[in-house]
C-alpha cells in the first residue's frame, strides 16, 4: 500500500462549528487546540465569518510579502539547477511576480501549472480528528497549494516523520513566518 507523499502550502483551515456545540469554544480557544495538537500557526491566518465553520485563511499580507521569497529558497533544494537548462521553478516565480499577489490563489485554482496548484490525487483535502476535552470529536480540514509531488511511499507509520519532517522545514528557514505554513502530506 503506498500514496503520494506532497509539499504544500496550507491556505485554509475549517472546522464545522456543530462539532464544537458541547464545548461551547470559540474561535480563540480553537486555535489554541489546533496550536497544541497540531502545530497549527494561528498568526498565520485570519478568520472568514462563516455561519457554518470556523474557517482560517492564509494572510494576505503574509502571503504577499514572503511567498515569492520563500519559493526562490524552497524550490532550489527539491530540484538543483543543472547547466542544461533553465529550472522551472525560475519560470513558476516569475509568473507570480508578474501578476498582482491577490490573484495568486485564483491562479493555483485555474490548475494552470503543476507545481502551483489545488489538483489533488485521491482524498479533498489533509484532515484530522481530534478530541476535545469533553471528548467531542473535532475534524480539522486543511486546503493547500501543491507545490511539489513525489512518488509512491509506504504509508503505515509516518507520523513521527512528519513531524519530524515538519519541524526541520521551519527551523530551515527562520526568516519566514509562512514557513510554518508549509505542510508535508498524503494523497491518492
Not at 83 to 109: G, R, V, Y
Amino acid at each position: 500500500m503506498g500514496a503520494y507523499i506532497a509539499f504544500g502550502l496550507n491556505c485554509e483551515a475549517s472546522v464545522p462549528k456543530s462539532d464544537l456545540k458541547k464545548d461551547g469554544w470559540d474561535e480563540k480557544q480553537l486555535l489554541q487546540f489546533m496550536a497544541e495538537k497540531l502545530d497549527f500557526p494561528a498568526e498565520n491566518y485570519m478568520l472568514v465569518p462563516s455561519e457554518d465553520e470556523f474557517k482560517f485563511q492564509l494572510r494576505t499580507d503574509l502571503l504577499e510579502r514572503e511567498l515569492i521569497p520563500m519559493l526562490e529558497k524552497v524550490y532550489p533544494l527539491f530540484c538543483p539547477k543543472t547547466h542544461h537548462s533553465k529550472p522551472w521553478w525560475e519560470s513558476l516565480t516569475q509568473e507570480l511576480a508578474s501578476m498582482p499577489p491577490d490573484s495568486w490563489i485564483a491562479w493555483a485554482e485555474s490548475e494552470s501549472c503543476e507545481y502551483f496548484d489545488f489538483r489533488i490525487e485521491g482524498y479533498a483535502d489533509e484532515w484530522f480528528r481530534l478530541r476535545s476535552p469533553s471528548n467531542e470529536e473535532i475534524i480539522v480540514s486543511f486546503r493547500h497549494i501543491r507545490l511539489m509531488l513525489e512518488g509512491k511511499f509506504m504509508v503505515e507509520e509516518y507520523r513521527q516523520t512528519f513531524r519530524f519532517t515538519q519541524y526541520c522545514i521551519t527551523h530551515a528557514f527562520p526568516e519566514f513566518a509562512l514557513a510554518r505554513s508549509l505542510r508535508v502530506y498524503f494523497v491518492g
